[in-house]
T-cell receptor
Framework: GAGVSQTPSNKVTEKGKYVELRCDPI?????LYWYRQSLGQGPEFLIY????????DSGLPNDRFFAVRPEGSVSTLKIQRTERGDSAVYLC??????????????FGPGTRLTVL | GQQVMQIPQYQHVQEGEDFTTYCNSS?????IQWYKQRPGGHPVFLIQ?????EVKKQKRLTFQFGEAKKNSSLHITATQTTDVGTYFC??????????FGKGTRLHILP
């Protein structure tokens, strides 16, 4: 079956602009995660959804970042007033079980965000 | 805050030599997962360790979880060119926070 997909694969924007990054998890996966990965670093946890609700958003760096998952499937990560420091690869992952953070996470290919 | 440290940051080995990467947490972990990320790719799940002192093997890969559940290692026997990539550990703490290490980048010399 299809894996996790993310769009766009690349996004170049100007400082101060608003961007939306989309994640389509594996069909039937209840849990969805967003991470941010900078060059030479490991993925940095941002937010975790169980179904439609954000079970843990403690990794969001500030209030410019927001994520939704209105129907418990597709998720959108929204970044307002982008800053150059937001440039990174944004990774989405999904897992089958909700409420079990130890379940295998399947990562998407990521969206490379560049803020000029 | 809690940190998960990985060493070494880089490792160059001759093809056929063994390779080991180590992961250390400042606090006790509920479990630890290992991922491999090929250049230009995304992390791919390898394995999860849960029990104190657990050892798991996948062909040439051996994974260990320390007795205190604060450290882990990944050992590759007789490396091959297909082993190239960055290996990440990801620890889950008692608050269900998942923290990735910075990874160990493995280069294979032919």
């Amino acid at each position: 079956g299809a894996g996790v997909s993310q769009t766009p694969s690349n996004k170049v924007t100007e400082k101060g602009k608003y961007v939306e990054l989309r994640c389509d998890p594996i069909s039937g996966h209840t849990a969805l995660y967003w991470y941010r990965q900078s060059l030479g670093q490991g993925p940095e946890f941002l937010i975790y959804f169980q179904g439609t609700g954000a079970a843990d958003d403690s990794g969001l760096p500030n209030d410019r970042f927001f994520a939704v998952r209105p129907e418990g499937s597709v998720s959108t990560l929204k970044i307002q007033r982008t800053e150059r420091g937001d440039s990174a690869v944004y990774l989405c992952a999904s897992s089958l079980l909700a409420g079990v953070r130890t379940d295998t996470q399947y990562f998407g290919p990521g969206t490379r965000l560049t803020v000029l | 805050g809690q940190q998960v440290m990985q060493i070494p940051q880089y490792q160059h080995v001759q093809e056929g030599e063994d390779f080991t990467t180590y992961c250390n947490s400042s606090t006790t972990l509920s479990n630890i997962q290992w991922y491999k990320q090929r250049p230009g790719g995304h992390p791919v799940f390898l394995i999860q360790l849960v029990k104190s002192g657990e050892v798991k093997k996948q062909k040439r890969l051996t994974f260990q979880f320390g007795e205190a559940k604060k450290n882990s290692s990944l050992h590759i026997t007789a490396t091959q060119t297909t082993d190239v990539g960055t290996y990440f550990c990801a620890g889950m703490n008692r608050d269900d926070k998942i923290i990735f290490g910075k990874g160990t980048r493995l280069h294979i010399l032919p």
